[in-house]
């Protein structure tokens, strides 16, 4: 991979973070990506959602676990260049069986995909959400009452927003354990809470999914640490019960 430095200072709170942390490793498929970056905007792509972009000069990894749906998954690598030099590696690999994609970024061949199958995943909530289409509005207001809840102490109306990534990081690791640590996301991130940036929010999957994201690229609900660093929680947002609720 090429030699890139991680990027500082960032935490981002997701419900990976919560499931790797205790789960065995045997209670559902692992599916990983890796990317290395230069001068490349480098996505990867799951099942229709862009979940992950690396740039700059950065290297790093992610599982994809919370994005896998029962059958037929597909992965893509986007790169695209932002600079001289450019150059990108990614592969994806899937546990016992190893890569399934080598992906190394050029002008003529920007994309590579793979698709595989996955039988041991849960049913996500955010597969059953409806479709809603042009409702950047309401997910922007859902990002403001996240925001007003951080801001006011107000832990039971943030845990509601929050509420599809509880339901989804449960069923990988059980409900008490994910209740203490949403707890723990309350406190870091009312704990200094930053005024919301401009926010982008892009669709997917027609609608079923949107993602909510600052100038930085990152989640939009942001905290500074004691250490001058940031948290930021909350990219990914359903339609669920009735309401926005975060999902990643």
């Known amino acids: 991979m090429l030699g890139i430095a991680r990027r500082p200072l960032v935490v981002a709170i ?5 499931a790797f942390s205790a789960l065995p490793a045997q209670a559902f498929q692992m599916v990983t990506g890796t990317a290395s970056v230069h001068n490349v905007d480098l996505t990867f792509w799951v ?3 862009a979940v992950e972009t690396f740039s700059g000069e950065q290297f790093g ?5 919370l994005w896998l749906v029962p059958g037929e998954n597909e992965v893509t690598v986007r790169g695209v260049a932002t600079g001289d030099e450019p150059g990108a590696e990614a592969d994806v690999t899937v546990a016992d069986e190893g890569k399934i994609l080598d992906y190394q970024w050029s ?4 994309d590579a995909s793979v698709t595989f199958d996955v039988s041991d995943t849960p049913e996500w909530v955010w597969l059953s959400a409806p479709a809603k289409p042009d409702a950047e509005d309401e997910v922007a207001d859902a990002v403001q009452a996240a925001h007003d809840a951080l801001t006011s102490g107000d832990a039971e109306a943030f845990r509601a927003i929050m509420g599809g990534q509880i339901t989804d990081a449960a ?5 008490e354990q994910v209740d203490a640590m949403a707890d ?6 009312s704990t200094n809470t930053k005024p919301l940036p401009e926010l982008t929010i892009e669709s997917y999957r027609g609608g079923q999914v949107y993602k ?4 930085s690229g990152r989640a939009a609900l942001e905290a500074e640490t004691d250490d ?3 948290t930021n929680f909350g990219t990914f947002f359903a339609f669920i019960d009735g309401r926005w609720r975060i999902i990643r």
Do not use: C, H, S, W
Request: aromatic letters at 8%; glycine letters at 18%; a negative charge.
């Open 107 to 110: 002008a003529a061949e920007p």
């Open 184 to 189: 723990d996301i309350f406190t870091a991130l």
């Open 171 to 175: 069923a990988l690791m059980g409900q």
């Open 212 to 215: 909510v994201v600052g100038p």
């Open 47 to 49: 099942n229709g959602v």
């Open 14 to 18: 997701t419900a990976a973070a919560f």
């Open 61 to 65: 990894g992610l599982p994809f676990v």
């Open 228 to 230: 001058g660093g940031v």
